[in-house]
């Protein structure tokens, strides 16, 4: 507060120049003007002061200052209520310890200022006063003084003055006090509007870090992913890396895994670190679609073009101009239609379904299917050369059982994602689950993972996951019934083959009776294929 306030030196005289014996009329009509100019001069000094305080501390230096020089008051204390209530409460006092109750309104004491237009004398003696005016009863004070406040924004407020000898507020005391009362209730709205402030601007810091405390999570989160992929096993890194070199070309990428290893993520990653990641990317489900209308789906048709067909219709190749089309189980397209689909790639060009004319299209494709194509082609299912075409960027996705290493990071993924959504306080695994979700054969791989804790959730009885009932097809631990569920690769094969004949030989590898002899290799080159397919000692000897 600024120094100059407390320097005010009109203060109230204790005996005023017209109270003495006037020599004439004239004299006394001046003096009077002069000490009612002071009064205002003190008015003002006072108002001043008041319009700097905007909070309970600088009240209390006001009051403890200035006020207390000019009134001579020996307590102070300010009550307030909102409108809407019928209560009040003490606002402020000099006493820093002064009750905090909640008082009603029609105590014969708030009220009875609320009422008057004058300035209300008390007699503090009485016992049916508040606990308050009581206590400062007992503590010598006999007088009090007080005036309500005009009223500003629906909050009505009292100011009391307590006195130890009445005699001290005196007329012209009434008079100043009523002077800075407007004044007072202005500042006692700024000192609540700068709480209601300070208020809001601490809930918006709490709301600040917990935003900051969520991104920092998402941050950590996504230092587990790669563009909504979860997984930091060393075979996923692969892929990453995969897709990182191929996404900033226009080349075709065919992506190749079982079903529910993530194909469809894999696309979403090229296309967002694409050039065209500005633009939709167009998804067709080839297996979801009948034969008879999967033409005009990919080509689209004129109208006219077949019964039904009462308008012109674009097809999904020209939705993805200047983009990206995903076109997942690939491998069930019908056989007439992938000829149409090798002239997309190979002339870059359509023509819809019941017209002659050629559309020039600038599409980037990628493909997926959970098929084996060579197998597809041995079979005459899918052309040869739509194959080639397609092949140029294969993107072979581990099957969940080779990365076991990224079974609890996918769990928990899963279980903080579905428990939020459920509304569920479930948090974690038991040791007994993690190991036996480490233990499954997972042919349905990620997706089947991420049902299996969606349904564990609801199934839990508190924050930790105890159980997981696994389907029993699922459980065996057999290798016969889990290549059921998938076809091996020639790699999954010939390290199969290796392992087996590895430990007839009783984990050796060179000599008259070691693995290579019965393979016909030498050592050296058994060594070397074993290193390429991740075998090791751990793996033949149990």
């Given at each position: 507060m600024n120094p100059y306030f407390y320097a005010v030196t009109a203060k109230i005289p204790q005996q005023l120049p017209f109270m003495q014996k006037p020599t004439d009329k004239t004299a006394i009509t001046i003096?009077?003007?002069?000490?009612?100019?002071?009064?205002?001069?003190?008015?003002?000094?006072?108002?001043?002061?008041?319009?700097?305080?905007?909070?309970?501390?600088?009240?209390?230096?006001?009051?403890?200052?200035?006020?207390?020089?000019?009134?001579?008051?020996?307590?102070?204390?300010?009550?307030?209520?909102?409108?809407?209530?019928?209560?009040?409460?003490?606002?402020?006092?000099?006493?820093?310890?002064?009750?905090?109750?909640?008082?009603?309104?029609?105590?014969g004491f708030f009220d009875e200022c609320i009422n008057s237009a004058d300035i209300v004398s008390f007699d503090l003696s009485n016992s049916k006063n508040p606990d308050y005016i009581q206590n400062i009863y007992k503590k010598g004070f006999k007088n009090a003084f007080g005036i309500s406040l005009p009223y500003i924004k629906g909050n009505r407020n009292v100011l009391f003055l307590f006195f130890k000898n009445a005699k001290t507020f005196s007329r012209e005391s009434n008079r100043i006090l009523r002077g800075i009362a407007m004044q007072f209730s202005i500042a006692l709205r700024n000192i609540m509007l700068t709480e209601q402030n300070e208020s809001v601007l601490a809930e918006l810091e709490l709301l600040r870090k917990n935003i900051s405390g969520k991104k920092k999570e998402k941050q950590t989160e996504k230092s587990e992913d790669f563009h909504g992929i979860i997984g930091k096993s060393n075979a996923m890194k692969e892929v990453y890396e995969l897709i990182s070199q191929v996404a900033s070309s226009n080349s075709t990428v065919l992506i190749l895994g079982e079903t529910g290893t993530g194909k469809?993520?894999?696309?979403?990653?090229?296309?967002?670190?694409?050039?065209?990641?500005?633009?939709?990317?167009?998804?067709?489900?080839?297996?979801?679609?009948?034969?008879?209308?999967?033409?005009?789906?990919?080509?689209?048709?004129?109208?006219?073009?077949?019964?039904?067909?009462?308008?012109?219709?674009?097809?999904?190749?020209?939705?993805?101009?200047?983009?990206?089309?995903?076109?997942?189980?690939?491998?069930?397209?019908?056989?007439?239609?992938?000829?149409?689909?090798?002239?997309?790639?190979?002339?870059?060009?359509i023509e819809r379904v019941g017209g002659s004319k050629s559309i020039k299209v600038n599409v980037r494709v990628i493909a997926a299917t959970n098929k084996i194509l060579e197998k597809e082609v041995y079979s005459d299912r899918f052309r040869s050369d739509l194959y080639f075409r397609l092949n140029v960027y294969p993107i072979q996705l581990p099957a969940l059982r080779d990365r076991k290493e990224d079974i609890p990071v996918l769990g928990h993924f899963f279980l903080e994602k579905h428990a939020a959504k459920m509304g569920r306080n479930v948090k974690r695994f038991s040791k007994k689950v993690l190991n036996s979700m480490m233990a499954n054969a997972w042919p349905g791989n990620v997706r089947e993972l991420e049902n299996m804790v969606e349904r564990s959730i609801l199934f839990a009885k508190d924050e930790k996951i105890k159980e997981m009932i696994f389907p029993e097809v699922v459980i065996a631990s057999s290798d016969a019934l889990v290549n059921d569920f998938y076809t091996k690769t020639l790699q999954e094969v010939e390290k199969e083959h290796i392992l087996k004949v590895i430990k007839k030989c009783n984990g050796r590898i060179s000599g008259p009776q070691g693995a290579a002899v019965l393979l016909g290799l030498p050592s050296t080159t058994l060594t070397s294929r074993m290193r390429k397919l991740g075998i090791k000692k751990e793996h033949f000897f149990d």
């Open positions: 003096n009077r003007l002069q000490e009612r100019e002071k009064e205002q001069m003190l008015i003002m000094s006072i108002c001043t002061a008041l319009s700097e305080v905007l909070n309970k501390k600088e009240l209390g230096t006001f009051v403890n200052g200035i006020l207390k020089d000019n009134f001579q008051f020996d307590d102070f204390i300010l009550a307030s209520s909102n409108e809407s209530k019928e209560e009040y409460f003490i606002f402020h006092s000099i006493d820093i310890n002064s009750d905090s109750r909640i008082y009603a309104i029609n105590d469809e993520l894999v696309a979403n990653a090229i296309h967002d670190l694409s050039e065209v990641s500005n633009q939709k990317m167009i998804k067709v489900n080839c297996a979801s679609i009948p034969e008879n209308l999967i033409e005009s789906e990919l080509f689209g048709h004129e109208k006219g073009a077949f019964t039904g067909a009462t308008e012109q219709r674009i097809g999904k190749f020209e939705q993805a101009e200047n983009s990206t089309i995903f076109l997942d189980e690939i491998g069930e397209l019908p056989l007439e239609l992938q000829g149409k689909l090798l002239r997309v790639l190979q002339e870059k060009e």
